[in-house]
């Protein structure tokens, strides 16, 4: 009788919910072995048993053919004692505390399920939640793990005989997969108008709100994660409709349109633009828009940029198609798909949340009844073409501006291992990170904890994240600053130990963890305030940090300038402006430069300039985000924002990239070193008065800057032999810093560190706490 052996193997990772119990199946009835895989709290555990050179076949293309959307983290064999089995099964999930499963993101639907969409003669002829173990709902719809139909919101839908068939054939692709379901047996939509009377179910449904949407209606749809408000985005007096309901006066709009041909011809889509379009996540993707696009200026008055995505829904897939019919092809078929909440309150969930507190905004609702478990906004990516700045690679291949669906809850790796730490985030563009081993795992994008519904989105977060990954955090981590939200709930926590880190030591980690170095760097963060060590607001930092010791330094930092009457200069940034005029010795309007902003203002000037001279209500700050704003004001740009980071997206747009002239931006030596931003701001100043055009004037700000920080950098790296620079922070959102800035650094024969797995705002913040909660518990 020929030798038979036998070899247990330990999966963990992302193998739940994409497909993997089925891979392993077909590959041991393929070899001819006998065992059985099965999901457990430590991950899928296999057992193969046959002839010696199948069994380690088995081992072999178990790691080399894993289904695309698996991702394997950890993996153990061993030899078992042979039992006789020739035949191979797929055993019950097995009950049990704590687990190394991950949860897979949603991903979008595939080709195969579009397939059986559009074909008449199939059972799931545009049914809306068609989906199979290679796409559809994962996070959004999972209560806890191992990852099976009754720890999902499909519970509640007993499978019919035909689904049933499919779930239970190990040659279907929905062999397993749990939100599987169909017209019979799974859920349905339905229309109402805004006071939740039905008007029409199923398919009409969709075929209604496509007409009316058609003829200028607003609609809140029930997603994924949440609602989108949707509208026409071609009727300009509708997107400004939709504005004036939202409270969304100028910040960009995104758009959904129905393939990429419509999305070419929307916006200018390079090849990295058209793989994250086109892949699984499909996250809003910024691109250029192209002049002839046809959308109302309305969408994005202050950007030259467009936030495209496809459909990434079945819902979505049949509802673009109705649309583009019911339009026919005069127009292009891009609807506005934005965030289903009104300004500062978290995502809607549930029909009835979002009947209450969408009402207002929405003139009829596509509502259906798979509940949403997890409330998740879509991920914002831009992407940074190749021929942007050809730089040898040393520019990130793309940028988060917010990480969410399709991407969480898929972990950061770290390069230590540690006990459970909570990273609680910030104030602004809130998230949360907890660790498990060396796995990092950052919540999706939660928004500005300044409500309190937004702050109950914030625990409902941190309970979820603890429950699916089944630790308790040991450490907090908070920020420095003792007003914010999540600082204040750290405090209250008596039972676990709180750390506090400065917000861009935080925002250096983050980087730090993205790309697993335990070394020390120097990192240039630059954003728009957080509370200095020192008492005073933070923003245009040269730092040494150094996990391995847990100890940071500020080598460098921007020219400290004012800001009269505190947020209210970030709201006004003429005030800004004029501070920095008063730091020049410019006084008074006439007194050396002109104060084009002063018309209309002149009370309020002259209150500032009271300010100023004593000293009342003018904290410091050494922010690149304010010295923005103080360019953008001087040259007429934007004197008052209505939303967060505006004069700076305006002063990158009027840039004259014709322009190659550059503001001086000298460094002095010291200790801490000190980048002269104030030059900058004098040069552009003197020839706004000048006459000079602020297209030109906005290039040479923008190079100033990068030769300035290059040149601080560089500065800090003599002195201290250290190569690597880790760049962070909100500026970094801006294009032309984001692939210049590296380029600089490179020609010195600096190393630059980008962020390209979380967002280099305060949507990273997280990440870096718990890193360093991780970091220094090592010790």
Known sequence: MPIRERCRHLVAGQVQGVGFRPFVYRLARELELGGFVQNTPEGVVIEVEGLPEAVAAFGRRLLAEIPPLARILHHDQAPAEPSGETTFRIDKSAPGSGHEVLISPDVATCPDCLADMTDPANRRFRYPFTNCTNCGPRYTITRSVPYDRETTSMACFPLCPDCAAEYADPADRRFHAQPNACPVCGPEVWLTDASGSRLAEGDAAIKRLARALADGAIAAVKGLGGFHLLCDATNDATVRELRRRKHRPSKALAIMVPHLDAAKCIGAVGPRAEKLLTGTARPITLVPVRPESGLSPAIAPDTAEIGIMLPYTPLHHILL????????????????????????????????????????????????????????????????????????????????????????????????????????????????????????????????????????????????????????????????HPDYPSTRFALEQNAVPVLRLQHHVAHIYAVLAEHGLMEPVLGLALDGTGLGEDGTLWGGECLLVDPGAGTHERLGHFAPMRLPGGDAAVREPWRIAQACHFLLGHKAPGDGLPWPWITGRESATRLVGTMLEKGLNCPVTTSCGRLFDAVAAAIGVCRAIEYEGQAAILLERVQDMTETRRYDCPVTSGTPARLETLELFRQAAGDAARGEPVGRIARRFHLGLVAGLAALAGEAASRTGIDKVALSGGVLQNRTIATLLPSALHARGLVPLSHEKVPANDGGISLGQSFYGISVTQR
């Open 321 to 480: 198609g109705d649309y583009a019919a019911a339009i026919g092809p005069e127009r292009p078929a891009a609807l506005v798909a934005t965030s289903g909440n009104a300004g500062g309150e978290p995502i809607s969930l549930g029909n009835r949340e979002a009947l209450s507190r969408l009402a207002a905004i929405a003139d009829i609702f596509l509502l259906h009844n798979r509940d949403i478990l997890i409330r998740t906004d879509d991920s914002v990516v831009r992407p940074l073409e190749a021929d942007v700045a050809p730089d040898g690679g040393h520019t990130p291949r793309h940028m988060f501006l917010r990480r969410a669906r399709g991407y969480v809850p898929s972990p950061v790796i770290l390069p230590v291992s540690g006990p459970p730490v909570a990273g609680l985030g910030p104030m602004l563009k809130a998230t949360l990170c907890l660790t498990k081993g060396n796995q990092a795992f950052v919540s999706q994008h939660i928004g500005d904890l300044e409500s309190l519904e937004a702050f109950g989105f914030y625990e409902e977060i941190l309970d979820h994240l603890q429950g699916v990954l089944k630790v308790r955090p040991e450490a907090l981590v908070a920020d420095l």
